[in-house]
Every structure is written in C-alpha cells, then in structure tokens.
Nanobody
Framework: QVQLVESGGGLVQAGGSLRLSCTAS????????MGWYRQAPGKQRELVAV??????NYADSVRGRFTISRDNAKNTVTLQMSSLKPEDTALYYC???????????????WGEGTQVTVSS
C-alpha cells in the first residue's frame, strides 16, 4: 500500500522559513509528478509547487520564495519556504502521481496534510 508521509510545518513569524518533506513509502512501479498543494480555511485547495521530469512549476504567489526539490533515490520531495507571509498560512498537502504494479496508469496519492501557520 502506497503512503505519503509528511514532516515539517509549524508556527513561524512573518519573514521566517520552514521546510516541508514528504516521502512515498510502499511498493510501486514508478512515480511521475511530486508536489505540494495547500488549502486555507474557506478556500479551495491550490497548487503551490510541482516537480516532474519536464521541470518545476510554482504558483505565482510563491515563486522566488519557495523552492521544491526531489530525491528520486529516496522517493522524497521537499519544499523549502522562505520569506513567509501570513497569507501562506494553510494546511499543506503532499501529492504524488504513482503507478503501482499491475496498473497501466498513474493515480494521485495524497498525504494527510501538515499545518503551516505564519504570524504577523
């Protein structure tokens, strides 16, 4: 069974930094995109950053402040967040598109979410 396990997050003052990590565990055939989404109270879940074989993509609101990186050998994706703002406060979810053995297509998997709170 495939699981995404997140770590990091917490409470930080505006202008500070946090680091989120996510590791995919279990047995699977291959993994395509890995990324981070976030959802603030009363708002829809939105893409923060994603990395794939074709490169990386960031939301306009975080470009230049957040950096996504990936370690394929460890099945891990990391989000380094700097110059944090109160509007970055949200529940951050790890996402990975994974193809398990026996399937001919990729399926989206999600972590349980980790809270990031930025105080002003």
């Amino acid at each position: 069974q495939v699981q995404l396990v997140e770590s990091g997050g917490g409470l930080v003052q505006a202008g500070g930094s946090l680091r989120l990590s996510c590791t995919a565990s279990g047995i699977f055939y291959s993994m395509n995109d890995m990324g981070w989404y976030r959802q603030a109270p009363g708002k829809q879940r939105e893409l923060v950053a994603v990395t794939s074989g074709s490169g990386t993509n960031y939301a306009d609101s975080v470009r230049g402040r957040f950096t996504i990186s990936r370690d394929n050998a460890k099945n891990t994706v990391t989000l380094q967040m700097s110059s944090l703002k109160p509007e970055d406060t949200a529940l951050y979810y790890c996402n990975a598109r994974i193809r398990t053995t026996g399937l001919a297509y990729y399926v989206d998997y999600w972590g349980e979410g980790t809270q990031v709170t930025v105080s002003s």
